[in-house]
């Protein structure tokens, strides 16, 4: 079985300043690790995903998030963020398998941007 | 190109109702996986449709069943509705053999129990 923790249920920040989300996930097999993000009234959006190789992603809208294997995080960043990243960001895990795809979510952590 | 597409947007039903819920997935993809997202939480895994068949099952009850359809498309039913039941229902397609695993999701129907 796979879990994700979202440490910070709501990150306030001023406009402008640095940002990062922490996740933490726990798995007994490889995974792929995402992020998302959820707009307001909207769907899922996917900012970046870990696969393989470089443990530095960047993914859209200025983000980038660092997986660390032995501390089983994937945390999101941004040097400077803007009014238009209020969102919930969502991290995710799933299994290697093929024909196991299901994505794991965290219970979101909410970002919002003070002017 | 269409994104992944669901219908209604919004539902209201009573207690002890049926319910069904519908998704387009993208152009090109041929797997179409369902979540719940309740308010203030991140979406549960119901059910993945591959090949016309349940591929992968969350932890949900028998109330909960789907079906897909030979141009892809899916449906979730639920049957006798209970208050719990009401979340945004977010459907999710991909391209199956796809090693990334990456879903893309549709904007979710809102489905309010009362």
């Known amino acids: 079985a796979q879990s994700v923790t979202q440490l910070d249920s709501q990150v306030p920040v001023f406009e402008e300043a640095p940002v990062e989300l922490r996740c933490n996930y726990s798995?007994?097999?490889?995974?792929?690790l995402f992020w998302y993000v959820q707009y307001p009234n909207q769907g899922l959006q996917l900012l970046l995903k870990?696969?393989?190789?470089?443990?530095l992603v960047k993914g859209i809208n200025g983000f980038e998030a660092e997986f660390n294997k032995s501390q089983t995080s994937f945390h999101l960043r941004k040097p400077s963020v803007h009014i238009s990243d209020t969102a919930e960001y969502f991290c995710?895990?799933?299994?290697?398998?093929?024909?196991?795809?299901?994505?794991?979510f965290g219970t979101g952590t909410r970002l919002t941007i003070i002017p | 190109d269409a994104g992944v597409t669901q219908s209604p947007t919004h539902l209201i039903k009573t207690r002890g109702q049926q319910v069904t819920l519908r998704c387009s997935p993208k152009?090109?993809?041929?797997?179409v996986s369902w979540y719940q997202q309740a308010l203030g939480q991140g979406p549960q895994f119901i059910f993945q449709?591959?090949?016309?068949?349940?591929?992968q099952r969350g932890n949900f009850p028998d109330r909960f069943s789907g079906h897909q359809f030979p141009n892809y498309s899916s449906e979730l039913n639920v049957n006798a509705l209970l208050l719990g039941d009401s979340a945004l229902y977010l459907c999710?397609?991909?391209?199956?053999?796809?090693?990334?695993?990456?879903?893309?999701f549709g904007p979710g129907t809102r489905l309010t129990v009362t």
């Open positions: 449709y591959y090949e016309e068949e349940e591929r």
């Open positions: 999710a397609s991909s391209l199956a053999g796809n090693l990334v695993h990456e879903q893309y």
């Open positions: 798995s007994s097999v490889s995974v792929y």
């Open positions: 152009s090109g993809h041929d797997t």
């Open positions: 870990y696969l393989s190789g470089s443990t």
């Open positions: 995710a895990v799933s299994d290697r398998d093929f024909g196991n795809e299901k994505l794991t």
